[in-house]
């Protein structure tokens, strides 16, 4: 370890994000994995967390108490909404700084997230990917310049096994087309279509939802206009881009002075 070493915690260890996150954590020079916790009861309770993410043993055992993420310099959550606004309470208490990836928090949940962030650095971000932090700053420019005459729809798929809809990332981009357009998504949001819908109303921004398969994360946002197209995708292959975005937020937040940060922070800082 080098004396530049970040301590990481990892809360929801035993799930896809967070043993990929520790797989990532061990090939990285710079972070040292101190904690790991999960949910009371589930198998992985007192296990190696280096061996269930298939790293080899690292001595890290998966606890039911998530307030040993205290030992921490940065603790990265992929969880759950309820289990990340309590884990944003250890954090802010005990003063270490929290990277948030898990994506279906309610307005109420991310005020919780906000206020922890007056006393740390927390980044907050529905998805760590690069490559999509980028497409939200395209969608936003394209979208403030294909106006009258263009319908914006956005189609996302992801594997069965994903809990929420639309995913976090297609609501983001759907954000980001509205701050292009300069209007509220609330306001213009289709979020259903089924039976005698009527016409599509001039200046929505439309959403559809596949569900199936293994299906990492597929964006596309489509500018339909009159004879033509355009359309800005993003398509994951491998969970690592993500895990590798979480570690850059959390290398950004443990150098952060305090505030509320978002993927774009991090990639400018
Ligand atoms: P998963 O179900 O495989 O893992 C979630 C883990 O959190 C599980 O181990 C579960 O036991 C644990 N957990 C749930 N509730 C808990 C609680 N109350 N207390 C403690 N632990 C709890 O899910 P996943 O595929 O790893 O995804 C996790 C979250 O991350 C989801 O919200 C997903 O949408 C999001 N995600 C975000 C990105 C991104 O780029 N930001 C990428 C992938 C997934």
Redesign the pocket.
Same mark, same amino acid.
């Given at each position: 370890m080098t004396a530049h070493t970040i301590k990481i915690g990892i809360?929801?260890a035993?799930? !896809?994000?967070?043993r990929m996150l520790i797989r990532e954590i061990d090939a990285a020079l710079d972070l040292e994995l101190v904690a790991a916790?999960? !949910?009371a009861g589930?198998d992985a309770i007192g296990k190696d967390s280096g061996l269930l993410a298939g790293t080899g043993s690292n001595g890290v055992i998966i606890g039911d108490d998530?307030a040993a993420l205290a030992a921490a310099d940065v603790i990265i959550d992929? &969880?759950?909404p309820?289990?990340s606004v309590a884990h944003a309470g250890i954090a802010s208490s005990s003063n270490t700084a929290l990277v948030v *990836? &898990? &994506? *279906?928090l309610t307005d109420e949940d991310e005020a919780s997230l906000r206020a922890a962030a007056d006393g740390i650095a927390l980044v907050y971000?529905?998805?760590?990917?690069v490559g999509v932090t980028l497409l939200g700053k395209l969608v936003e420019q394209v979208a403030a310049q294909l106006v009258d005459g263009w319908d914006i729809e956005i189609l996302e798929a992801h594997h069965h096994?994903?809990v929420?809809a639309p995913s976090?990332t297609a609501l983001a981009l759907g954000e980001a087309a509205a701050r292009g357009r300069g209007v509220k998504l609330d306001d213009v949001a289709d979020m259903v279509r089924k039976g005698q819908t009527g016409a599509r109303r001039t200046g929505d921004i439309g959403f559809a939802v596949l569900r199936g398969g293994d299906v990492t994360g597929e964006h596309s946002v489509i500018f339909y206009g009159d004879s033509e197209r355009v359309e800005i995708s993003h398509r994951a292959t491998d969970?690592a881009i993500?895990a590798r *975005?979480a570690l850059r937020a959390a290398r950004f937040a443990s150098g952060a002075g305090t505030g509320f940060y978002n993927m774009e922070d991090v990639l400018a800082g």
């Open positions: 809360p929801g035993a799930g !896809r994000m967070g916790s999960d !949910r589930i998530a992929f &969880t759950s309820t289990a *990836g &898990t &994506t *279906g971000c529905a998805n760590t990917s096994h994903k929420d976090g969970r993500f *975005g």
